[in-house]
């Protein structure tokens, strides 16, 4: 048995669900990947996610829904008095826009308690973290996650980052570039996108981001770009790995973190980076074109994966 650990935060979801009614969902970036791997990975290896939430009914029901996907809940910690984050979506002409309520929720608790968080990554194949795990804590919390991550780094455990750059959440463009790229010294696989990566640091290519990440030590690179190829660099050999091309694009929400838990998943599994990359394309592709930030599960799944 292998096992996948992500780390970050889970926000309930309100989603229009027709003229004047809403639906309520849960997904956040590396809960969205932890989803697509559980999905993808034979329940003989471990998917657990790693978070904080509340002790009110809508933090049980949010962990009761990643316990019913199969996640591993055991290290999700509770907060006595905070509860989990929110956002609302907005379609107009079929462009989704969001408001969120996330300031100062049980999430940014995630890595108060070292010694549960250690314990957290215990036995841990693969950890996964996000440049938004990291922007919704302290920086007390940073440290406490960047010693659990060396330590299980020691103990041999891959360690795999998306920058996932989220300008709101920073309080300056400066403070994410030194604190992401710090994270980025003490990792094993870098995940970004793009267009994070030339917003952030002014890449002018793919290359230039893969460039900068190599520099800074990381041995496997994947670097996606929406609908273009995914450069993909191991151990400084670079390859080029076009997308599945999609006629009907729906919602692109979560394409990146779905990439991600099919790649990871993937790695878990046995694959090479580039039959992992191929794996996270097709698994992207059927994100892009369902609606939501959760990969579809059994036959729909199915359907849309036969289907590119
Ligand atoms: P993010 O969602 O994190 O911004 P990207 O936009 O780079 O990430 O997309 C991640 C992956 O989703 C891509 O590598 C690709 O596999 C898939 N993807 C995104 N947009 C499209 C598209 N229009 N057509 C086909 N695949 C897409």
Redesign the pocket.
Known sequence: MKTLVAIGECMVEVAPAGADSYSLGYAGDTFNAAWASRVLLPASHAVRYVTAVGTDWVSDEMVAFMAQAGLDVSAVRRDPVRSVGLYAVRLVEGERSFAYWRSNSAATSLADDPSALALSLQGADIVLFSGITLAILSEAARETLFTALVEARRNGTRIAF?P?HRPRLWPSDTAARDTLTAFCRIVDCVLP????EAALFGDASPSATAARFAELGVSEIVV?????P?LCVVDGVSKWIP????EH?LD????????NGAYLAGRLEGLDALAAVAR??QV??V??QTRGALIPTGSRLAHFIEAC
């Open positions: 998306d996932n996108s793009f267009s994070d996606k770009n929406g609908p273009d995914a997308a599945r091309p999609v694009v692109t929400t979560g394409a990146g973190d779905a990439f996270g394309h992207a592709a994100s892009v």
